[in-house]
């Protein structure tokens, strides 16, 4: 018996990121290497800043979030993604297509609102120093992640459950590398009309009232650092501001392109491509962008260091 209400199909076949054999070792070890860098980016941070006391501070503890959350999310797709470049025929079951959406999803939105709550920190931080005490406390930042996790939960759970209720007949290969969203509508046999008005819904709060936030951030940062006297603190200030600005485009503005579109066989094809940044290339990168110039991280890197040698 089929899971599902009335669904015939058992398992699906995922079409992958392209048909070509020549290409396909190539992406292999491509896509390993940067999963390779991802998981040891995120976890040499949540361990750095889980060892070392001086950055139990608000704007570390957003980072650790961000990096066990870029942990998780890379890890629900990439693995399969590695496995179905090595196979002839790449096979995920109903359910393993259930649950790797859902948690795809859940991590996806979680990502949205910790880098938005990292925004908000830094403009408090920057442009209401005094106030930062009372305005990032602990009640505060346990609060916003807690409001992150409970979003990334309830548009996980309307995704998923509507996904629930469609019947899959004949048609079973998803023209993905993973179960996402609208490759997946594609194969219903029933009316999807209900799962696209939840995705337009959904997709449109958790993009534009994160990114609207994050910007709107960052634009009052900027006009504080335009303040600045000192050329060398604009200059330090306006390149950490631009690489974070940087990351949060690719992401939000990726996902945007994949999702706030119609829908096709012929736009699936070109948004597998843009899907690439936004579920392999930030999650590689948020490690290197927040920390690679952060003196904090490099002397709490040393210290581990000299306790483990």
Known sequence: MAPGNGSVVTEFILKGLTDRPELQLPLFFLFLLMYMVTVLGNLSLVTLIGLNSHLHTPMYFFLFNLSLVDLCYSSVFTPKMLMNFTSEKNIISYVGCMVQLYFFLFFGISECYVLTSMAYDRYVAICKPLLYT????????????????????????????????????????????????????????????????????????????????????????????????????????????????????????????????????????????????????????????????????????????????
């Open 134 to 309: 009372i305005a990032m406390s602990p009640n505060v930042c346990w609060s916003l992640m807690l409001g992150s996790y409970v979003m990334a939960f309830s548009g996980a759970m309307a995704h998923t459950g509507c996904m629930l209720r469609l019947t899959f007949c004949d048609a079973n290969t998803i023209n993905h590398y993973f179960c996402d969203l609208l490759p997946v509508l594609q194969l219903s046999c029933t009316s999807t009309y209900v799962n696209e008005l939840v995705v337009f819904i959904v997709v449109s709060i958790n993009v534009i009232v994160p990114s609207t936030s994050i910007f709107i951030s960052y634009g009052f940062i900027l006009s504080n650092i335009l303040q600045v006297s000192s050329a060398k603190g604009r200059s330090k200030a306006f390149s950490t501001c631009s690489s974070h600005i940087i990351a949060v485009c690719l992401f939000f503005g990726s996902g945007a392109t994949m999702y706030l579109q119609p829908s096709s066989a012929e736009t699936m094809d070109e948004s597998k491509i843009s899907s690439v940044f936004y579920t392999n290339v930030v999650p590689m990168m948020n490690p290197l962008v927040y920390s690679l110039r952060n003196q904090d991280v490099k002397l709490a890197l040393r210290k581990t260091l000299s306790r483990m040698l």
